[in-house]
Nanobody, 124 residues
Framework: QLQLVESGGGLVQPGGSLRLSCAASGFTSPYYAIGWFRQAPGKEREGVQCLNSWGHLTYYTDSTKGRFTISRDNAKNTVYLQINSANPEDTAVYYC?????????????????WGKGTLVTVSS
C-alpha cells in the first residue's frame, strides 16, 4: 500500500522559509506523479506543484511561482517543498499526494493517495 508521510510544518514569520518533506513508501510502479496540495482555513483544497514521472513540473497556483520549489530525492523516496518568502496567505495544511501514471492531473481530486498533512502557519 502506498503511504505518504509529511513533516516539516510549523510556525514561520512573514518573509521566512520552511522546507516540507514527504516520505513515500510502497510504490508498485516506477511511473507515478507526486505533488503538494494545500487547504487554507475555510477554503477549498488547491494544488501547489506536481512532478510527473519524467520530472516535469506542473504549477497549479501562480501565487507560489518563484517562491515555492518542489524537488525529489529518488534515493530517499522523498519529495520536498521549499517555501521561501512566506506570507500569511500561505497558511494552510499542506498535503503530499500521488497517483500512478505518467502525468500530473488537472485537478487535485484526481490524486489517489494522500498523506495526513502538515500545518504551516505564517504569522508574526
Amino acid at each position: 500500500q502506498l503511504q505518504l508521510v509529511e513533516s516539516g510544518g510549523g510556525l514561520v514569520q512573514p518573509g521566512g522559509s520552511l522546507r516540507l518533506s514527504c516520505a513515500a513508501s510502497g510504490f508498485t510502479s516506477p511511473y507515478y506523479a507526486i505533488g503538494w496540495f494545500r487547504q487554507a482555513p475555510g477554503k477549498e483544497r488547491e494544488g501547489v506543484q506536481c512532478l510527473n514521472s519524467w520530472g516535469h513540473l506542473t504549477y497549479y497556483t501562480d501565487s507560489t511561482k518563484g517562491r515555492f520549489t518542489i524537488s525529489r530525492d529518488n534515493a530517499k523516496n522523498t519529495v520536498y517543498l521549499q517555501i521561501n518568502s512566506a506570507n500569511p496567505e500561505d497558511t494552510a495544511v499542506y498535503y503530499c499526494a500521488a497517483r500512478y501514471g505518467t502525468s500530473c492531473p488537472d485537478v487535485w481530486t484526481a490524486m489517489n493517495y494522500w498523506g495526513k498533512g502538515t500545518l504551516v502557519t505564517v504569522s508574526s
